[in-house]
């Protein structure tokens, strides 16, 4: 069975973030009391809009054959035409 991969790493792979705001979400994670999800926080924090959360969620969760490969956009297009069909 194949390792999870973390969020963060795979926004940076999709160029939604940088790897310094992925520290500064788990820093702001480590400092909040109410314990919160990565994308959330980040959101939150003004660094992620709610579509590169859904983009990253779809390529750790390996929805579909060669997610890992494609761009955010490409992703966001192909959960639309699934979703309109």
Same mark, same amino acid.
């Given at each position: +069975?194949?390792?999870?991969?973390?969020? *963060?790493?795979?926004?940076?792979?999709?160029?939604a +973030?940088?790897?310094?705001? &992925?520290?500064? &979400?788990?820093?702001? +994670?480590?400092?909040?009391?109410?314990?919160?999800? %990565?994308?959330?926080?980040?959101?939150?924090?003004? #660094?992620?809009d709610?579509?590169?959360? %859904?983009?990253?969620?779809? &390529?750790?969760?390996? #929805?579909?054959? *060669? &997610?890992?490969?494609?761009?955010?956009?490409?992703? #966001?297009?192909? #959960?639309q035409?699934?979703e309109?069909?």
């Amino acid at each position: +069975m194949q390792e999870r991969r973390q969020i *963060g790493e795979i926004l940076v792979q999709l160029k939604a +973030m940088s790897r310094s705001d &992925v520290d500064r &979400v788990l820093e702001a +994670m480590q400092q909040r009391r109410r314990r919160q999800k %990565f994308g959330q926080t980040a959101q939150d924090m003004g #660094l992620l809009d709610e579509e590169h959360i %859904f983009a990253a969620l779809a &390529v750790q969760m390996n #929805l579909f054959p *060669g &997610v890992e490969r494609l761009s955010t956009n490409q992703i #966001l297009d192909y #959960l639309q035409t699934v979703e309109a069909g």
